[in-house]
C-alpha cells in the first residue's frame, strides 16, 4: 500500500515544483527530465532487493509522473487550438486507464518469464522507447503557433504568472472538483473487489474483472467527452455534470447482487470518464494564456494527488472503524455532489 501511495504523495509536493520546473525549462527539457526519472526509477526498482531503497525508486518515478502530468496538457494546449482542443485532452486523458490496463495484462506474463522485476524492466525499456519518440516528434514549436507559444515565458512573465495561477480562484475550484472525482473514483476501484470478495462471495478473479470494466469504460469516455466538449463548446458541464450523475451510483452498490453491480461499475466508469477531458482542458484555458498551462495543470494536480492518496484511505477507515460497507459506499455520494458543487461555482468555459 505504501509503495503505492508514495506516488499521491510525490504528486501532492512535488506538483507546484514541477510547474515551476516547467516554466523555467519549458516543455522539451521538462519532457526529458520526466522520461529519465521513469527510467532511472524502474532501473532502480528492478535491482534493489531492500524496501527502502524501493521506496527511494518509487519516489523517482513518481517525480517523472509528476513532470509528465504537467508536461502533456502543457504541449497539447500549444498544438492544438481552443476548437480542437478538447477531442486532444479526451484522447490523452485515457493515459493512466489504458496504460493500468494494459499493465493488468503484461504483468503476470512478465512476472511468469522473468519474476516480479521483470515487470520493472519492462516499464525502464518502454520508458526509453518513448523517450526516443518524445525527442524525435517534439523538436519544434508546431508550425500553426509561429509565436513564442511554444517556449517558455520570460523570467519577469514567470514570476507575474505564477501569481497569477495561485491566485486563480477558478482554478482551485476545478481543482477541488478534480480531487473530489479522484477520491471516489480510486476508492471505488480499490475497495469493490474485496467488497464483492467478502460480502457477496465472488472469487477474486470475479470481482477484479467487474471492477477493471470500470477502467475499460474511462478509456471509452475520456475521447468521447472531448469530442462532446469540442462539439456543444463548453468544458464546465462535462465535468460538472458526471460528478452529480455518479452520486447515486455509489450507494446502490451496496444492495447490489453481482450483475447489478457490474451495470453500476460500468455506468461509473463511463458517466465517471468524462470529467478529465472537461478538468484538463478547462483548466489549461482558465489561465488565459497557454504558456502557464504548465503551473495551470501543477494547481490541477494538487487536488488530483490529494484526493488519490484520501479516497482509499477514508474509505478503508470507515469500513474498518465499525461504519461497515454501507456506510462506505454512502460515503462517496456527498464528495461527489461536493465536486460537482465546486465546478458549478467555478467560471470555466
Keep these: 500500500g505504501l509503495l503505492m501511495s508514495l506516488f499521491a504523495i510525490t504528486g501532492l509536493f512535488l506538483a507546484i515544483p514541477a510547474g515551476f520546473i516547467f516554466q523555467r525549462l519549458g516543455y522539451r527539457l521538462t519532457g526529458m527530465i520526466a522520461i529519465l526519472s521513469l527510467v532511472i526509477g524502474a532501473a532502480l526498482g528492478a535491482v534493489t532487493r531492500g524496501f527502502d531503497i524501493m521506496l527511494v525508486s518509487r519516489f523517482i518515478e513518481g517525480l517523472g509522473m509528476c513532470l509528465m502530468s504537467v508536461v502533456a496538457p502543457a504541449v497539447i494546449a500549444l498544438w492544438f487550438s481552443r476548437e480542437k482542443r478538447g477531442k486532444a485532452m479526451g484522447v490523452w486523458a485515457i493515459w493512466v486507464p489504458l496504460g493500468s490496463t494494459l499493465m493488468f495484462l503484461l504483468a503476470p506474463a512478465l512476472a511468469g518469464r522473468w519474476n516480479w522485476p521483470g515487470v520493472w524492466w519492462f516499464g525502464c525499456f518502454y520508458a526509453v522507447l518513448v523517450g526516443f519518440l518524445y525527442l524525435v516528434f517534439l523538436k519544434s514549436r508546431p508550425a500553426s503557433r509561429p509565436k513564442l507559444e511554444g517556449e517558455a515565458p520570460s523570467g519577469r512573465m514567470q514570476d507575474h504568472g505564477l501569481a497569477t495561477v495561485l491566485s486563480n480562484r477558478d482554478l482551485w475550484l476545478t481543482s477541488f472538483l478534480f480531487c473530489c472525482f479522484n477520491f471516489v473514483f480510486i476508492a471505488f476501484i480499490t475497495w469493490a473487489p474485496t467488497f464483492l470478495q467478502q460480502v457477496r462471495g465472488i472469487t477474486l478473479a470475479r470481482a477484479a474483472f467487474s471492477v477493471s470494466l470500470t477502467t475499460i469504460l474511462t478509456i471509452i ?14 468544458r464546465k458541464w462535462v465535468a460538472v455534470i458526471p460528478m452529480a450523475l455518479i452520486a447515486p451510483l455509489f450507494p446502490l452498490c451496496f ?14 466508469g463511463f458517466i465517471g470518464g468524462f470529467v478529465p477531458t472537461g478538468v484538463f482542458s478547462g483548466a489549461v484555458e482558465t489561465v488565459g494564456d497557454e504558456r502557464l498551462s504548465g503551473m495551470a495543470m501543477a494547481v490541477i494536480l494538487i487536488g488530483q494527488n490529494a484526493g488519490m492518496l484520501l479516497g482509499p484511505l477514508v474509505m478503508g477507515w470507515v469500513i474498518e472503524s465499525g461504519g461497515g460497507w454501507q456506510t462506505a459506499f454512502w460515503v462517496l ?12 461555482l467555478s467560471r470555466i468555459r
Design 221 to 234: 469516455a475520456c475521447p468521447t467527452s472531448g469530442w462532446i466538449s469540442d462539439r456543444i463548446g463548453t
Design 255 to 268: 444492495s447490489a447482487g453481482e450483475t447489478g453491480f457490474l451495470a453500476l461499475a460500468i455506468l461509473v
Design 333 to 344: 455520494a456527498p464528495v461527489s455532489i461536493l465536486g460537482a458543487a465546486a465546478g458549478w
